[in-house]
């Protein structure tokens, strides 16, 4: 769900009618500075920072952030520091506030759980985040884009307010190397422990596209796995490669074949719960799922253009008409993610979906959330990322071609979210949509629904028109 379109509002919308929200964790200091910037409407940031235990780190946010009223609308968002191998105290405290604030709100007034999703091809804020999460009590924790197999040991020793280390994926690292972060909670807040008492540990499932993955983390993974989420390739945002050698079809994109469909059986064969994931939001994709002795299954699409998801208000109602008037056409594409994940990507005109936006805009890199660290010659670690200018990419060692078709994410999904960077220039970071298949069932429920839908909408439309058991609190705005 992008950056901060599923937010905390449709994850305790969705919570509340008896399911699993989930907020998504990814690029959250940035998500939380912009909020504070446009004055905090309706005072919710201010809210959760003021229940955070620390109320020091609290007041050094709100100090550099906060602008009571909100920012002038040429004025840029002001960029929070990068993570590093080495983060500043400031980087790794607001990284744990920011994701204190987004569970606490989800989880606020009810009791139904909440989850976070994280990437593990994010690494270094990733120690961080969690412990944020887990401050606020988050129940589950949910995790792709890798092999996250030190995740479920990280939350054991957090829980516990113990200090962690994460190894670190470096290109161009002997065996022998041993790159790691380093996160202590006393370090950070000293006399937490004693303050906090132990946390609760969340349930750890990660997000797999093929049981041989889903066996590898049960076999290597250094704590308990609680289940898998079984995504396919028909889901958005960023997709698992085929497996075996890449072919791709006539319009660029990779072609998926039998070895990528994963066998229900041999998930069951695991002994854990499983959900299955990637165009799953119809009611008889839900009864086939549970015939297949899945646990549930896990949506996304319907969900990011529903009443409650972050993104923006004009860019939802855009594409739910042109959904409606003449259907959408989604690309999966294997260039445009810096990752080098096939990543599902919305044409709609005036994003960077659209060559001539594309052609326009300058690449610029200072978000700097999906930089690859590598091995300098001198055996320290370098960043780079193939969406940065070009001549900064090829001076430290990248390979040009890597560069070609590249999008600069970070930027992008947070003028999705309604958080576009305005430049010194005067130009503003377009968006980008992403979306799975599942955004053909979009129309029915905006014509269902009128105008727009809520997640409520959704729900009973997978429940096959049962009622939840209940509605959300109302938000006040």
Sequence with gaps: ?????????????????????????TGLTRVIASRLMDGDPGGHMRRALESFPFPESVQTILRRYYVPGGKAPDTPYKIPPAHTVLPSLF???????????????????????VGINLLEKVQLPNLASLYGAMLAGVDYVLMGAGIP???????????????????????????????????DPERLFPGIDNRMGELKRPRFV?????????????????????????????????????????H????????????????????RAFGVPFWLAGGYGHPERLRAALAEGATGVQVGTPFAFCNESGMDPGLKRRVLREACARGTSILTATTVSPTGFPFKVVRVAGTLSDDRVYAARERICDLRFLRTLFKKDDGSIGYRCPAEPVEDFVRSGGDIADTEGR??????????????????????EPPMVTAGDDIATVPDLV?????????????RHILGGAVPPGEPAPMPH
């Design 91 to 113: 980087a790794d405290r607001f990284t744990v506030v920011a994701n204190y604030v987004e569970v606490f709100l989800a989880k606020h007034g009810h009791a139904g759980p």
């Design 248 to 267: 791709l079809s006539l319009s660029g994109e990779p072609v998926y074949g039998e070895k990528d469909v994963v066998a229900s059986e041999k998930m």
């Design 1 to 25: 769900m992008g950056v901060a379109i599923s937010n905390w509002r449709l994850a305790s919308a969705v919570s509340q009618l008896g399911q699993l929200g989930v907020v998504s964790g």
């Design 407 to 428: 999008v600069c994410l970070c930027n992008a999904l947070n003028a999705t979210a309604g958080y576009p960077q305005q430049r010194e220039d005067g130009y503003v």
């Design 206 to 246: 990660p997000i797999v596209s093929s049981t041989v993955l889903a066996s590898a983390l049960l076999k290597r993974s250094e704590g308990s796995v609680d289940g898998f989420v079984v995504e396919g390739p028909t889901a958005g945002g960023h997709n698992a490669p085929p497996r075996g050698p890449l």
């Design 149 to 183: 197999i030190q995740v479920a040991a990280v939350l054991d020793r957090l829980s516990h307010h113990e200090p962690v280390t994460y190894r670190l994926d470096v290109q161009g690292a002997r065996p022998d190397d041993n790159f790691v972060i380093h996160f």
């Design 447 to 459: 014509r269902n629904n009128g105008d727009g839908y809520s997640a409520a909408d959704v729900i």
